[in-house]
């Protein structure tokens, strides 16, 4: 590519924070320019992120259903074997033809992609390995990296991140997870539906931190029944290792306890899973004065503008949660801000989604946070379990909660834990971007038997009352 003409746009990243952006601004008639220090586009999400741990996610599912829910129905099919290796090459086609998904967009929508490592000069001017380009704007989309622990070295063989955590060449016989928040609930279900010991330790004293507590019980409950030991308030003191494999040490969290229940635990494999952090390395931020919080997000303003005029930042980078969602919603609204059009975001209404089984949905307030406005809400709540089509599919834990004012019956927050619980979150999350009461979703006919009558229901049981319960 022609990298000597000037770009209008030049996005940093590649991740669906970059490339959505990138597209958009060119779907827009802007000329762009898109760079990512990997070969492939797509970034964390697609390359080491949501796609390949949902396709490892998918395929151990199944695994777990043809153990146990396939003679039920009648279907024998044997000893079920698990061939790792066809496993994992099926997940890297899956990521790579995806990645090669989005090398097509850029060529439809004409955007230039470039492989480098880039750094900002100035507001008009970026390097990328030892080559200037010029341009009128800047986006920073590059992302965030694995969070690491004091004192502890990941080296993706013993000690693993995420990453390291899609490729194992081998099932653990012990494996221990550092926080029980997304990633350590995900990749902790893979390795322990593939048969792995798996422990999970947390800092605090429950699960999936951020999410409605109901949902954060009934999960843990769930994942106990999959054979997941979880070691609450608790936090990692001391890793050693060791010929024969991994030594780490534990204690309570909470120091009124004081040093009892401290333990050491052996493992052969230990992953860190204690959040993510925002990655701008290397990119020359300090000489253009851009400014950053305290935990390392690029201070943004509503139109993403970082300190630096004429530079933008959006993705993990920023603020808010660190989700592909929110990042293409990002790229989405600055392409349009750019070009020159209205953009709006709803930060209030993010979905969050846990991939296990169950899988947890949530949209809108908590029930914790309602109660720490001081809030007057309802609780309506349905269980799967009286749901036909969950029945029929013999696929009937978790429940559906929606929480409504108390006065207008308009949604708050919805909470989805269950079979298809990411899929059925789309229908409340259109009903709250349009300020829609629990009503209306309960007066919509929903096609029998799905399991989204179970939202439905909900709806009913927050204004009036369930009927099929
Ligand atoms: P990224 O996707 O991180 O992309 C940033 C890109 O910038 C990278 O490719 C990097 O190489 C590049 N870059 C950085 N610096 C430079 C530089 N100086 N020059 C050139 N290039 C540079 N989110 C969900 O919503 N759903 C999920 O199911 C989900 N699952 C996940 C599973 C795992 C294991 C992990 C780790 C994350 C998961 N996430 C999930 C989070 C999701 O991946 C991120 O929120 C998302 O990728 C953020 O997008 P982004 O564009 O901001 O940054
Ligand atoms: P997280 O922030 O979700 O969870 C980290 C957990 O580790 C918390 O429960 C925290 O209390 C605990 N913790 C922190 N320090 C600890 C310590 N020293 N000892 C014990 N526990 C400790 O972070 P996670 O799971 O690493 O994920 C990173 C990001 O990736 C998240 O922000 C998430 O949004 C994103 N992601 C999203 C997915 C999805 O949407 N399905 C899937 C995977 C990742």
């Given at each position: 590519p022609d990298l000597r003409k000037e770009f209008d746009v030049v996005v940093i990243g590649a991740g669906p924070g970059g490339y959505i952006c990138a597209i958009r601004a060119a779907q827009l008639g802007l000329k762009v320019l898109c760079v990512d220090k990997r070969k492939e586009a797509g970034g964390t999400c697609l390359n080491v992120g949501c796609i390949?741990?949902?396709?490892?996610l998918h395929a151990t599912e199944r695994l777990i259903?043809?153990?146990?829910?396939?003679?039920?129905?009648?279907?024998?099919?044997?000893?079920?074997?698990?061939?790792?290796?066809t496993m994992m090459a099926n997940k890297d086609r899956i990521v790579s033809e995806t990645v090669k998904g989005v090398a097509f967009l850029f060529k439809k929508y004409q955007v230039t992609f470039r492989t480098g490592h880039a750094t900002i000069k100035s507001p008009d001017c970026i390097d990328l390995d030892g080559e200037e380009v010029r341009t009128k704007r800047i986006v920073i989309a590059t992302g965030s990296a694995p969070a690491s622990l004091g004192g502890i070295d990941?080296?993706?063989?013993?000690?693993?991140?995420?990453?390291?955590?899609?490729?194992?060449?081998?099932?653990?016989?012990?494996?221990?997870?550092?926080?029980?928040g997304v990633i350590g609930l995900e990749l902790g279900s893979v390795w322990r539906r593939l048969g792995a010991d798996v422990t999970i330790v947390e800092f605090a004293d429950h699960i999936a931190p951020g999410f409605d507590r109901d949902m954060s019980r009934q999960l843990a409950r769930s994942l106990q029944k999959l054979g997941i030991n979880f070691r609450l308030n608790t936090k990692v003191t001391q890793v050693e290792k060791r010929a024969d494999g991994l030594i780490v040490r534990v204690t309570p969290s909470d120091a009124a306890t004081g040093t009892e229940g401290e333990a050491t635990l052996s493992c052969d494999t230990l992953l860190i899973a204690t959040g993510r952090r925002p990655f701008a390395e290397g990119l020359g931020l300090e000489a253009l004065d851009i400014k950053r919080?305290?935990?390392?997000?690029?201070?943004?303003?509503?139109?993403?503008?970082t300190s630096c005029p004429g530079i933008y930042a959006i993705g993990d980078v920023v603020p808010g949660p660190m989700l592909?969602?929110?990042?293409?919603?990002?790229?989405?609204?600055?392409?349009?801000?750019?070009?020159g059009h209205p953009h709006h975001i709803r930060r209030d209404l993010i979905p969050g989604v846990i991939y296990t089984h169950p899988e947890v949905a949530m949209i809108g307030a908590t029930e914790e946070t309602l109660k720490?406005?001081?809030?007057?809400?309802?609780?309506?709540?349905?269980?799967?379990?009286?749901?036909?089509?969950?029945?029929?599919?013999?696929?009937?834990?978790?429940?559906?909660?929606?929480?409504?004012?108390?006065?207008?019956?308009?949604?708050?927050?919805?909470?989805?834990?269950?079979?298809s619980a990411g899929e059925l979150i789309a229908e409340p999350a259109l009903a709250m971007n349009f300020g829609a009461s629990a009503e209306d979703i309960a007066l919509s006919c929903h096609a029998h038997p799905t399991l989204?009558?179970?939202?439905?229901?909900?709806?009913?049981?927050?204004?009036?009352?369930?009927?099929?319960?």
């Open positions: 390949p741990s949902k396709a490892l259903e043809a153990c146990t829910i396939f003679p039920k129905m009648g279907i024998q099919c044997g000893e079920v074997e698990v061939d790792l290796s990941i080296d993706e063989k013993q000690i693993i991140s995420s990453t390291g955590a899609l490729k194992l060449p081998h099932v653990p016989r012990h494996l221990i997870v550092i926080g029980a919080d305290q935990r390392g997000h690029i201070i943004i303003d509503e139109n993403f503008n592909a969602h929110k990042a293409e919603e990002e790229g989405y609204a600055l392409a349009n801000h750019l070009a720490a406005q001081n809030a007057t809400y309802r609780v309506g709540t349905y269980p799967f379990m009286a749901n036909g089509r969950a029945r029929a599919n013999c696929d009937t834990e978790g429940s559906v909660k929606i929480l409504t004012c108390e006065r207008t019956d308009t949604l708050l927050g919805i909470h989805i834990i269950g079979p989204s009558e179970a939202v439905k229901e909900a709806a009913l049981a927050a204004f009036d009352r369930p009927l099929n319960l």
